[in-house]
């Protein structure tokens, strides 16, 4: 017999641990690729942080590896939300065939709701992070030219 998969769990491993693909492990097993692939960009992206904080702003590496780290952070909230926000009926239907439909109440709700601040804090940050960059480059390579 296939186990039960709650919508609410995978909202919440989606918003707390997305980023490393427990959602994914969660729903499809530790067979799926895309789960495996999960923690590199993250990981990478925490390499970022500890560069600039070791190095401070003005590494380019970190530059480039910063904004992995925010992208992933996104998109992990943004399947917490569509988890959240799939009808119980349509949830069981897909990732429980045969069983029957479950009340999900508000937890699912909640996670949404945290999704969407955490997640669009991330993509904020994340586009300001990238174009502030982009234009000090661009400022830098015109005074390279002008020089």
């Known amino acids: 017999m ?3 998969r709650s919508k609410t769990l995978a909202t919440w491993l989606a918003l ?4 490393f693909g427990a ?5 499809h097993g530790p067979r799926d690729a895309w789960a495996r692939l999960h923690p590199w960009p993250t990981l990478a992206g925490l390499y970022g942080v500890q560069r600039v904080q070791a190095l401070g702003q003005d590494d380019p590496l ?3 590896l910063l904004p992995l ?3 992933m952070i996104a998109q992990a909230c943004l399947f917490a939300i ?4 799939t009808p119980d009926e349509r949830w069981d239907a897909r990732r429980n065939p045969g069983a029957p439909v479950r009340a ?3 937890g699912p709700v909640l996670g949404v709701i945290a999704a969407l601040m955490i997640g669009a ?3 904020m940050a994340t586009i300001a992070f990238g174009g502030q960059r982009y234009f000090e480059w661009q400022v830098e390579e015109a005074r390279k030219i002008s020089a």
């Open 16 to 19: 707390l641990a997305g980023a």
């Open 2 to 4: 296939p186990r039960y």
């Open 104 to 106: 999900t109440g508000w």
């Open 62 to 64: 970190s530059w480039l």
């Open 23 to 27: 959602h994914r492990f969660y729903l």
């Open 82 to 85: 569509l988890y959240g926000l």
């Open 69 to 71: 780290l925010g992208l």
């Open 121 to 123: 804090t991330a993509l």
